[in-house]
């Protein structure tokens, strides 16, 4: 593969990491979160937590069952390669639904995910992510519609199109 093409690939490899977060978290499956981290990864996300790159999968996981829904997107994802190295940037939104004494209320979150990269036997994946939160907002809220088929585990039906298993 031509050096251009490589640079392409590896970005594009890299995209799809972030992307498989974003799943991972939204859809509590927990080995597709591990699997953005390498083995020796450190994560850190402020004073919420501070530890290892797949420990942070586990803790967001676990901390989203006590909520109804949750969606992260990430737009603006800048990579830097160097060989088998990389650095990026992705600008995050984060909606949480909760309930709380029978009044639905929502967490919005701005952020930026910082993130080292390393490329070992093929697979690129996290060495240190460093989560910024830019802005937060919570409020009360009222539903437009009821939740129809959607679940946040692998009976949502994204799991039958894209083949994937937890």
Same mark, same amino acid.
């Given at each position: 593969m031509?050096?251009?093409?490589?640079?392409?690939?590896?970005?594009q490899?890299?995209t799809?990491?972030?992307?498989?977060?974003?799943?991972?978290?939204?859809?509590?499956?927990?080995?597709?979160?591990?699997?953005?981290?390498?083995d020796?990864?450190?994560?850190?996300?402020?004073?919420?937590? @501070?530890?290892? $790159? /797949?420990g942070?999968?586990? +803790?967001?996981?676990?901390?989203? =069952?006590?909520?109804?829904? %949750?969606?992260?997107?990430?737009?603006?994802?800048?990579?830097?390669?160097d060989g088998d190295?990389?650095a990026?940037?992705?600008?995050?939104?984060?909606?949480?639904?909760?309930?709380?004494?029978?009044?639905a209320?929502?967490? @919005?979150?701005? $952020? /930026?995910y910082?993130?080292? +990269?390393s490329?070992r036997?093929? =697979?690129w994946?996290?060495? %240190?992510?460093?989560?910024?939160?830019?802005?937060?907002?919570?409020?009360?809220?009222?539903?437009?519609?009821?939740?129809?088929?959607?679940?946040?585990d692998?009976?949502d039906?994204s799991?039958?199109?894209?083949?994937?298993?937890?």
């Open positions: 031509t050096e251009p093409m490589q640079a392409l690939a590896d970005k490899a890299i799809e990491q972030i992307y498989r977060y974003c799943r991972s978290v939204d859809r509590l499956d927990v080995p597709l979160g591990h699997a953005v981290f390498h020796d990864a450190t994560a850190h996300y402020g004073d919420r937590y @501070q530890g290892p $790159g /797949r942070v999968i586990d +803790w967001i996981c676990a901390s989203h =069952l006590h909520m109804q829904a %949750h969606s992260h997107q990430v737009t603006n994802i800048l990579i830097e390669l190295r990389a990026s940037e992705s600008y995050v939104f984060a909606a949480l639904r909760g309930e709380r004494e029978g009044q209320f929502q967490i @919005q979150v701005w $952020g /930026r910082c993130d080292a +990269w490329r036997e093929g =697979l994946a996290i060495d %240190h992510r460093d989560a910024l939160i830019d802005f937060d907002t919570m409020g009360d809220v009222t539903a437009v519609s009821p939740r129809q088929r959607v679940t946040r692998a009976h039906p799991y039958a199109i894209l083949r994937v298993s937890p």
